[in-house]
């Protein structure tokens, strides 16, 4: 089985920060890394597919890159509701598994 | 617009087979670009996926849960469901249903989950 490392599992960053969070799989899984935003009491969001593709309607603030074993998320200008907690997911066929969270709050 | 609702008790007793719906409106789910799927989080834990089923009733599972899990699909009803069997206070958790295409391995959309608990 493929693992996910995510890192951090938390970060404080003040209005306006850039934000990265990292996801590193065990093995390479080539383009099929996912982002969502999960805020409390709901359901994950997608923001980024297959690695670097920004879904309809996420504001371009939200970006996503790498391939392999190695991806990174970003938030170029955080927003006070950008704060949530943020899954990546990777699929190595036919299986699916998620990294461990980052939860983001304002400093 | 595509939208899935979860259903089923909220309350299962250890051991009980626990036994959930998700009903698909929108949309039909007999297309054939998609995979159909369940996900889990336990209270303030992360997410684990649990299965996919395809239209036509191919199932994937984590191999995790596969001991325990079945997941159909009835398209007469739009629906698919989800059965996992001798549970424990461990499967306590909001269970998720998602859509997931063919072409990717994204969940999009969710639905807004159900919570289950295990207890007597």
């Known amino acids: 089985d493929i693992q996910m490392t995510q890192s951090p599992s938390s970060l404080s960053a003040s209005v306006g920060d850039r934000v990265t969070i990292t996801c590193q799989a065990s093995?390479?899984?080539?383009?099929?890394l996912n982002w969502y935003q999960q805020k409390p009491g709901k359901a994950p969001k997608l923001l980024i597919y297959?690695?670097?593709n920004l879904e309809t309607g996420v504001p371009s603030r939200f970006s996503g890159s790498g391939s392999g074993t190695d991806f990174t998320f970003t938030i170029s200008g955080l927003q006070p509701e950008d704060i949530a907690t943020y899954y990546c997911?990777?699929?190595?066929?036919?299986?699916?598994?998620f990294g461990g969270g980052t939860k983001v709050d304002i400093k | 617009q595509l939208q899935l609702q979860e259903s089923g008790p909220g309350l299962v007793k250890p051991s009980e087979t626990l036994s959930l719906t998700c009903t698909v409106s929108?949309?039909?789910?007999?297309?054939?670009?998609?995979?159909w799927g369940w996900i889990r989080q336990p209270p303030g834990k992360g997410l684990e996926w649990i299965g996919s089923?395809?239209?036509?009733?191919?199932?994937y599972y984590n191999p995790s849960l596969k001991s325990r899990v079945t997941i159909s699909v009835d398209t007469s009803k739009n629906q698919f469901s989800l059965n996992l069997r001798s549970v424990t206070a461990a499967d306590t958790a909001v269970y998720y249903c998602a859509r997931r295409p063919d072409i990717g391995a994204w969940f999009d959309p969710w639905g807004q989950g159900t919570l289950v608990t295990v207890s007597s």
């Open positions: 297959d690695a670097s």
């Open positions: 089923i395809s239209y036509s009733g191919s199932t």
């Open positions: 929108g949309g039909s789910i007999r297309r054939s670009s998609y995979f």
């Open positions: 093995q390479d899984i080539s383009k099929y």
């Open positions: 997911q990777q699929f190595d066929d036919p299986s699916l598994t």
